[in-house]
C-alpha cells in the first residue's frame, strides 16, 4: 500500500543509501522500480543524464539525487513532480509516469513549464491561491484543485507542495505529489 504523501515526501528526502532500504520495507514491490532502486548509489552513470535536454544543461547535483529517486517511484500511485524554486518560476524538473498519464503530458511538454499548465477557465482560485502562498512562505500544503488534462478534460487534483531545503535552510525545489480525486 502506498505511503501517506507526507511520508512518500519524507523518503524521497532520504539519502540514497537509506532511501535502497527503506523503500522495501515500507512499500510493495510493485510500486517501485527493483532494477532502479538497485542502481542507486552504485557506480552506472544515473537515469538523470537522459532526462536534461541539450538546452538546460545538466542538472545540480541535488536535483538528479531526486531525479534518480522519483524514477524508482515512477509506476506509483500518485503523480510526483520535482520543480525549481521559485525565483525562477518553480519549472518542472521531473514529472513520474503516473503523472505523465493522469494529465496527458509527455515529460518534454511539462519539463521547464510551471504546473499552471494544468489551470484553466474552471481552476478555483482559491486553492491556487493557497499553493501560491505555501510556495512564498516555504510551508508545505495539500488542497483539492480542478486542473485540465493536455486533452481539455477536467479532473479534482489532490495536489500536496513539500520544500526542499539545502543545508542552510534555504528552499531550492519543490515536491509535488499529485493525484486525481472525487468529491
Known sequence: MMLPREDLADLLQL??????????????????DTERLDRLG?????????????DSGSLAAHEGAYVDRIRVLDDASVGITLAGPAYADNPVV??????RELTGY???????????VLQGPDTDPEPVS????????????TTTVTNYRADGS??????????????????????????????
Open 15 to 32: 539519502d540514497h543509501d537509506r532511501f535502497r532500504t527503506r523503500v522495501p520495507a515500507v512499500l510493495d514491490v510493485d510500486e517501485y
Open 154 to 183: 477536467t479532473f479534482r487534483n489532490r495536489v500536496t507542495l513539500v520544500p526542499v531545503t539545502d543545508r542552510a535552510g534555504t528552499v531550492v525545489n519543490w515536491l509535488g505529489f499529485q493525484a486525481a480525486v472525487e468529491e
Open 130 to 141: 493557497e499553493l501560491r502562498e505555501a510556495l512564498s512562505t516555504w510551508n508545505r500544503v
Open 106 to 116: 509527455s515529460l518534454d511538454d511539462l519539463r521547464g513549464e510551471n504546473l499552471r
Open 42 to 54: 552504485d557506480s552506472r552513470p544515473p537515469d538523470h543524464e537522459a532526462v536534461v535536454d541539450g
Open 94 to 99: 521531473y514529472a513520474n509516469r503516473t503523472l
